[in-house]
């Protein structure tokens, strides 16, 4: 077999919030080892680990913001969340939901703890990804793709467990996301004893964040809750066996291998592009979006 290896094991960032609503650990780039070329195509993951939040008359999150140039993926395992955007897309998402924004030449949005979840408050954890957009499409129309739990393809793993299946494909099967460029991305359920194999090219990005558990990776590398197994640009084919019952969020993809120029909420190539996307949100080229 040809191994995939992994490089590192990152442990979880003290955490910050974003916001009001959201509790997270910054992997991707905040970690050294995690920048955004080495992590090419995703370019930022923010983590909120299992979290409880108190009842609010209001509901918690973050107000009117804009975006161009990448897509915003936010998977849902604890809590529901509300999302809107200047281009018309919106909804809520919960547990098993994902919410797949493409920003592309630019929105605003804003989300926000979905209303009556608030009220009573509970547990929250959730994934925010940003996955780059190449040179072509950062330009392109904006959309919005809402991928209810039910559209996922469930896949058997080798033993005591399943693949759910959101992004790319596993083993012949395909998920319910259309993304620009290959791009897998699928949780694997794991009871105690199960196991799951996974085969990539090569050159693919690839990580696994575990949600719930700890696991081996190759039978060798222990990786317990919260923290995220980075596999080298080589090799194709690891496993993972789940030492008690687990979520692993796997990602993999192509990297884009085009200049990152990155400022604040606008991920572009190269700094006139970022200076007009600066100009543009100021002329109110994104749309409009009630706070």
Known sequence: MNTKNVSAVIAPASPHFVGDGFRVHNFIPGNPQLHMQRMDPFIMLDYNSKYTFPAAPEPRGVGVHPHRGFETVTIAYKGRVEHHDSAGGGGVIGEGDVQWMTAASGVLHKEHHEKEWAKTGGEFQMVQLWVNL??????????????????????????????????????????????????????????????ASFEFPPNYTTLALVIEGDILVNQADKVAADHLALFDNKGSAFTIEATEEAVVLILSGLPIAEPIFAHGPFVMNNRDEIVQAFEDYNNGKFGYLED
């Open 134 to 195: 190449p040179a072509k499409d950062k330009m392109s129309v904006p959309k919005y793709q809402a991928i209810e739990n039910a559209q996922m393809l469930r896949v058997d793993a080798d033993r005591n467990g399943y693949i759910e299946l959101i992004a790319g494909d596993y083993k012949g099967q395909k998920g319910p996301a259309s993304t620009f460029t290959p791009i897998h991305m699928m949780n694997a359920k794991l009871g105690k004893g199960g196991r």
